[in-house]
């Protein structure tokens, strides 16, 4: 699809004088950028090991379950730009203590292994 790619084409411009029949020609690129894709998600996950993405059973959070990387290069720039959704409201993304998101349970939120095992975003 030439509309999806990034590209560069000269634009030819002639300035005309009817009285004098004098012109100029003018080439001007214009540069047309592929925009609205969607944003890119990298998730590093826990480690059993990892104290700091530690999420107990009966436990309280808010604890932090992943560290995400998002990008978007239609705004140039990372998480402050977009808005991350999920699909469980008993989690959260916020900004880490070095302004990096991490997906989080939200503060009072108590899970319960075995009535769920498992939770899927």
Known sequence: ??????SSQ???IRIWDDN????KDFNVPV????QNEAPQLDVT??????????TSENGFGPNIVARLHITDDD???AFNNNHPYVSDNRFEV???????????????IVFDHETEPQVNL
């Open 1 to 6: 699809d030439p509309t999806d790619l990034y």
């Open 10 to 12: 000269p634009l030819g």
């Open 45 to 54: 996950y826990r480690t059993s090991t990892d104290t700091n993405y530690n």
């Open 94 to 108: 916020v900004p880490d203590a070095n302004g990096g998101p991490v997906l989080r349970v939200k503060n009072g």
């Open 75 to 77: 705004k140039r720039a």
């Open 31 to 34: 540069t047309v950028h592929n």
């Open 20 to 23: 004098t029949q004098v012109w």
